[in-house]
């Protein structure tokens, strides 16, 4: 429904608010009402739902280990051997979950498929650039992950050892995964898009013993072949045992590699390897912008629990439903997505480009696998507003009940864009964690209003707050984005790092033994969160702190500004220069007009300490790999750093863009002296 809430005056009107048979019909009520009764949690109460929830949040975070306790015994999580307590140790980092248990990741992702009456039902929904649906049945999912695990224990790998993919979005990358943790043994992956120098970069440091890679893959109507790249790769990983060829171009198996199909093709019931409950699951991968990419470490029962309660309380998803999310195997979102499986929920995973053959691709996909869930990128909603599409009202998008982002901060008029073109009763969700923890620290909520350029509110169990410099607690200020209680999700350690060094000074110098993320957030009274974007890239005029992400909200409402960057440098003297950098829409110039009406949006929308000391045309925004905006790696190439220093090249989408900034830097150092405003 839509809101028909009337706001006090210092009050904004909601967007949305769920009905009361939907707030009621909520997974997250039924959980409320189950831990008040079995657990210690204050009762809920239907008439104040955002009473309800904060009561419940602060419960959870003040009562670690009843809140985790309740997730387990919620969710039917089966530990092999019980455990001695639920949070032994909460020291951060270091903190100790669930010692003495033992579980397996695999057997509750394929649980569903025991069940005679859905064994047949999909599991997986694969979708390429066709957009026709191809389904895999539980029972079929289950039986593959079973060959493939005993394939895996005749190649002699064993718990701890680790399996990497080269792989696209497609079923045989889940199931690579899930009979690796099945083995007891450590995925990691990257995308085939990345080039050979950024795959040796991540797999070199974990030292795989076995490689499942494809020939090639399809992206933007093109077929894109690797086998060259395969072949770097093996040369690069002396570790290897195996590689396994996957046949997505339908090439043969190059020599020395097995073939997929033979290693799957058996009819073998999997054996769950049970492992300690902080056995490792996967490592991620920061976006190592500087220097090696972190290797992040995750374990099977933080992973576990950490998604149960994202996906089954915060999303809502459960037996039935169909989950999907525009992602990649090189980004955490994907590993969050195949946790869908956790949840009984169908898995769609789409193989292809984002807007492949038009900016509308991703919403039809939604509509075609009927999914309850839709996560995107705040990026790909603008750009479907840049293109004044109407998906509400072209498609069939009855199942869709949520749209979620992710990325980077949806901006107040995303939110009313997917309110006005995707649907009046769509759940819009803005939600942002990080690798890191591979979930959220804050955002959906299935019972709470929804207001524009804002998160619901933090997640369940996760003790989110915003500080000043001095460590001193902030509502409706701007502070540091910190954690202060540790989350089951939270890396066990960093890959070759015995003595913690590098994760300690990763979050913990700042604020010792509290999480520090590296967000600017403003915590409000109402229990929301907004995003301001990154706070190792913080805009500081006259010692007011600001956030780039309020910056792009506003320029990018304009039609001529496809993509924009800012960044702001202390100078020699004392002063500050704060340039921004547009990206134009095709046919736009950057005129005297146009810098004008970019200056006056900001002052407008912002402040007069918003507006930038100069506008410069920039052929392209560069990005991480999973789509970040480098500005940290501007702001220093603008003030004179070599790009080897600043960046790992293997990290970044497009290089060049990069040499461009660090000409400018040079070209400007040299006109004015090191004052960069001339």
């Known amino acids: 429904m839509t809101a028909a809430h009337a706001a006090t005056p210092t009050e904004p009107a ?38 309800s929830y904060a009561a419940l949040h602060r419960w959870s975070v003040d009562e670690l280990d009843a ?4 997730v387990a015994d919620w969710f039917d999580v089966r530990f092999a051997t019980p455990h001695q307590a639920v949070l032994a140790d909460r020291g951060m980092p270091g903190a100790r979950w669930f010692p003495g248990a033992t579980l397996n990741y695999a057997e509750h992702a394929l649980r569903r498929a025991l069940d005679p009456a859905v064994a047949d039902e999909p599991a997986l929904l694969r979708v390429d650039e066709r957009h026709r649906p191809e389904p895999v049945s539980w029972a079929e999912l289950r039986r593959q992950v079973g060959s493939l695990a005993a394939a895996l224990r005749e190649l002699g790998v064993r718990p701890g050892d680790r399996v990497a993919g080269y792989l696209p979005n497609v079923p045989q990358a889940v199931v690579a995964l899930l009979a690796t943790a ?40 093109r077929e894109h072949e690797r086998a060259t790249t395969v072949t770097e790769l093996r040369a690069g990983l002396p570790t290897l045992r195996a590689v396994v060829h996957v046949p997505l171009l339908g090439t043969p198996a190059p020599d020395g590699a097995l073939e997929w199909d033979a290693l799957t093709g058996a009819d073998t019931e999997p054996e769950f390897t049970q492992v300690p409950f902080d056995h490792p699951l996967w490592v991620l991968y920061s976006s190592g912008t500087t220097g090696l990419p972190k290797a992040i470490v995750q374990s099977q029962g933080g992973i576990l629990l950490e998604h149960l309660k994202q996906l089954g309380l915060h999303c809502d998803l459960g037996p039935g439903d169909r989950f999907f999310w525009y992602t990649s195997t090189g980004w955490m979102m994907w590993n969050f997505l195949v946790s869908g499986l956790l949840t009984g929920t169908t898995v769609v995973l789409y193989d292809g480009a984002p807007g492949y053959p038009d900016t509308g691709a991703q919403w039809r996909v939604a509509e075609r696998t009927r999914a309850a869930l839709f996560g995107t990128s705040a990026a790909y909603v603008m750009a479907c507003a840049k293109a004044d599409l109407h998906p509400g009202r072209d498609l069939d998008l009855s199942a869709v009940r949520c749209v979620a982002t992710t990325g ?5 008029d995303g939110f009313r864009w997917l309110h006005e073109r995707a649907g009046a009763d769509l759940w819009i969700a803005s939600v942002s964690g990080g690798t890191d923890v591979c979930s959220c620290f804050a955002g959906a909520v299935p019972t709470l209003p929804v207001y524009p350029g804002e998160l619901q509110a933090p997640g369940l169990g996760t003790d989110l707050r915003a500080w000043s410099p001095d460590g001193l607690p902030l509502t409706d200020e701007v502070g540091e984005l910190v954690v202060a209680a540790p989350m089951p999700s939270m890396p066990v350690r960093f890959w070759n790092d015995p003595d913690d060094a590098r994760y300690r000074d990763a979050y913990f110098t700042t604020f010792p ?8 957030i403003t915590l409000t009274s109402r229990g929301t969160v907004v995003i301001h974007g990154r706070s190792d890239s913080t805009l500081n005029r006259q010692g007011v702190r600001m956030g780039s992400a309020d910056i792009y909200e506003a320029v990018e409402r304009l039609p001529e500004i496809r993509e924009s960057l800012v960044v702001g440098i202390e100078l020699p003297d004392g002063g500050y220069w704060m340039p921004l950098f547009v990206r134009l829409a095709e046919g736009a110039a950057l005129d005297d007009a146009l810098r004008e009406s970019i200056r006056r949006t900001i002052r407008e929308h912002l402040s007069p300490r918003h507006v930038p000391d100069e506008v410069i045309e920039v052929p392209g925004v560069p990005h991480t790999l ?18 080897e220093s600043t960046v790992n090249p293997g990290s970044v989408d497009d290089v060049e863009l990069l040499r461009f900034f660090e000409r400018l830097g040079r070209e400007r150092a040299a006109v004015s002296g090191g004052d960069y405003r001339g």
Do not use: I, M, N
């Not at 909601?14 to 204050?42: C, D, K, N, Q």
């Not at 999973?626 to 790009?643: C, F, H, S």
């Open 14 to 51: 909601p967007l949305w608010r769920p009905s009361p048979e939907r707030a009621a019909g909520a997974r997250l009520t039924a959980f409320h009402a189950h831990v008040a009764a079995r657990h210690g949690a204050p009762p809920p109460s239907p008439d104040d739902p955002e009473g």
């Open 67 to 70: 809140f985790w306790s309740a």
């Open 182 to 221: 099945c083995v007891g043994a450590v995925w990691t992956s990257c995308a085939p898009d990345f080039g050979a120098r950024s795959v040796l970069d991540r797999f070199q440091q974990v030292e795989p013993v076995v490689l499942v890679t494809v020939d090639g893959y399809r992206y933007g109507g």
């Open 408 to 412: 980077s901060p949806l901006p107040p």
């Open 513 to 520: 033994g509290v999480w520090r993320h590296g967000d600017w």
């Open 626 to 643: 999973t789509g970040k905006r480098l500005e940290v790696p501007v702001k220093r190439l603008l003030q004179g750093a070599a790009l």
